[in-house]
Nanobody, 131 residues
Framework: QVQLVESGGGLVQAGGSLRLSCAAS????????MGWFRQPPGKEREFVAA????????YYTDSVKGRFTISRDNAKNTVFLQMKSLKPEDTAVYYC????????????????????????WGQGTQVTVSS
C-alpha cells in the first residue's frame, strides 16, 4: 500500500521560510514523478510544483517561481519543498502526491499540474503565513 506522509508545516511570518518533507512508501519511489499541491481556505486544490522521476526536471506554478524549490532524495524516498519569502497568500494545506505511471515524463507544467497525473496523496500539512 502506498503511503505519503507530509511534515514541516507550521506558522511563519511573511518573508519567512519553511521546508516541507514528504516520505513515501509502498512504491519504487525513484521511478515516479512527485508533486506538491495546496488548498487555500475556501478554494480548490491547486498545483505548486513537481519533479520528474529522474530528478532533473522540475515544474512550478508562476506564483511560486523563484521562491519555492522542489527536490527529491531517492535514497530516502523523500521529496522536499523549500519555501522562501513566504506570503500570506501561500497559506494553505499542502499535499504531496505520487505519479500514476512510472518512468513517465511530465513534459510541461500544464501536464504536471493535472490532478489526474497522480494517484496517491498524503494527508496534508498546514502552512499559515501571517502578515
Amino acid at each position: 500500500q502506498v503511503q505519503l506522509v507530509e511534515s514541516g508545516g507550521g506558522l511563519v511570518q511573511a518573508g519567512g521560510s519553511l521546508r516541507l518533507s514528504c516520505a513515501a512508501s509502498g512504491r519504487t519511489f525513484s521511478s515516479y514523478n512527485m508533486g506538491w499541491f495546496r488548498q487555500p481556505p475556501g478554494k480548490e486544490r491547486e498545483f505548486v510544483a513537481a519533479v520528474e522521476w529522474t530528478g532533473s526536471t522540475t515544474y512550478y506554478t508562476d506564483s511560486v517561481k523563484g521562491r519555492f524549490t522542489i527536490s527529491r532524495d531517492n535514497a530516502k524516498n523523500t521529496v522536499f519543498l523549500q519555501m522562501k519569502s513566504l506570503k500570506p497568500e501561500d497559506t494553505a494545506v499542502y499535499y504531496c502526491a505520487i505519479g500514476r505511471v512510472r518512468y513517465r515524463s511530465l513534459y510541461s507544467s500544464q501536464i504536471a499540474a493535472q490532478i489526474a497525473a497522480y494517484d496517491y496523496w498524503g494527508q496534508g500539512t498546514q502552512v499559515t503565513v501571517s502578515s
